[in-house]
């Protein structure tokens, strides 16, 4: 049974920092890309950053790019989101998943299980 677990969320103010992480089960993610996803009560869910399989490539959206870090630790089967800089915009629960390609962990055409998401809240 495939289980994506994320922790790390917390409340903080403006400015602070959070680092998520997502522990994978079930099966070996090592040769897939990895994502990180968030969604606010009423909204899509948007990507919101990705890594390739090797960790040589990574994608991030627009609004987060340059503030929030992306990496993962295949021998643990974790991929990590580093926010830094964090605005009250980036409220939201976060969740992770697993795609084959990192395109398609940025097109969100991702596998069909989802954790409990880890919710982040930052004050202003």
């Known amino acids: 049974q495939v289980q994506l677990v994320e922790s790390g969320g917390g409340l903080v103010q403006a400015g602070g920092s959070l680092r998520l992480s997502c522990a994978a089960s079930?099966?070996?993610?090592?040769?897939?890309?990895m994502g990180w996803f968030r969604q606010v009560p009423g909204k899509e869910r948007e990507f919101v950053a990705g890594i390739s399989w090797s960790a040589g490539s990574t994608l991030y959206a627009d609004s987060v790019k340059g503030r929030f870090t992306i990496s993962r630790d295949n021998a643990k089967n974790t991929v990590y989101l580093q926010m830094n800089s964090l605005k009250p915009e980036d409220t939201a629960v976060y969740y992770c998943?697993?795609?084959?390609?990192?395109?398609?962990?940025?097109?969100?055409?991702?596998?069909?299980?989802w954790g409990q998401g880890t919710q982040v809240t930052i004050s202003s």
């Open positions: 079930g099966r070996t993610f090592s040769s897939y890309a």
């Open positions: 998943n697993a795609a084959l390609t990192l395109h398609s962990v940025q097109s969100m055409l991702v596998f069909g299980y």
